[in-house]
Antibody
Framework: QLVESGGGLVKPGGSLRLSCAGS????????MSWIRQAPGQGLEWLAY????????HYADSVRGRFTVSRDNAKNSLYLEMNSLRADDTAVYYC??????????????WGQGTLVAVSS | DIQMTQSPSSVSASIGDRVTITCRAS??????LAWYQQKPGKAPKLLIY???YLQSGVPSRFSGSGSGTEYTLTISNLQPEDLATYYC?????????FGGGTKVEIK
């Protein structure tokens, strides 16, 4: 399973670091992504990282502000979020790409962690 | 970026009905299309990958079809536990993008 942590209330312009811990899965073998969902809204993919951590991709909405990283030795994925804005308020999910060769899909999700950006 | 347009945004159907949800991509995505089910307060769950392949453990009343830019999720014999919002996702090109969602309600 995947378990996110690190969410909370932060002021505009502030920073936060989310973590995603994997248990019972061979974490290091899989590509991972962060996906968020604003209150009452749909899903927005944010960032992707390869199994080695050497390749990353970002959505335009977070590029330059958010950084995805991973520590395979600790079975952990991270999302460093800077210059946070009110429209970053959302539930943040980490998700695993099963790498079946059938495109970039997500077969395992965490329960989500809520980030609220407000003064 | 590839835009994903889902329709309808909501549908109300009776138990046992067939429900069809459509997803249109702004460009060809080579059948790299996934469908997810999200129940209230829960994380999304993968139902269909590569447009037509049923994820392990998903009931066979769910099916996917389509090609090119047009894809369909069909729920045959709608059950009470199918109350949820359904999302399509193009799995072809970064940035990965989702459709706006279809809320399925039970009459």
């Amino acid at each position: 399973q995947l378990v996110e942590s690190g969410g909370g209330l932060v002021k505009p312009g502030g920073s936060l670091r989310l973590s995603c811990a994997g248990s019972g899965v061979t974490f290091r073998d899989f590509y991972m992504s962060w996906i968020r969902q604003a209150p009452g809204q749909g899903l927005e993919w944010l960032a992707y990282i390869s199994s080695s951590g050497h390749v990353t991709h970002y959505a335009d909405s977070v590029r330059g502000r958010f950084t995805v990283s991973r520590d395979n030795a600790k079975n952990s994925l991270y999302l460093e979020m800077n210059s946070l804005r009110a429209d970053d308020t959302a539930v943040y999910y980490c998700a695993r790409d099963p790498q079946t060769g059938d495109g970039y899909t997500f077969d395992l999700w965490g329960q989500g962690t809520l980030v609220a950006v407000s003064s | 970026d590839i835009q994903m347009t889902q329709s309808p945004s909501s549908v109300s159907a009776s138990i046992g009905d067939r429900v069809t949800i459509t997803c249109r991509a702004s460009q060809h995505i080579h059948n790299w299309l996934a469908w997810y089910q999200q129940k209230p307060g829960k994380a999304p769950k993968l139902l269909i990958y590569a447009a037509a392949y049923l994820q392990s453990g998903v009931p066979s009343r769910f099916s996917g079809s389509g090609s090119g830019t047009e894809y369909t999720l069909t729920i045959s014999n709608l059950q009470p536990e199918d109350l949820a919002t359904y999302y399509c996702q193009q799995a072809d090109t970064f940035p990965l993008t989702f459709g706006g969602g279809t809320k399925v309600e039970i009459k």
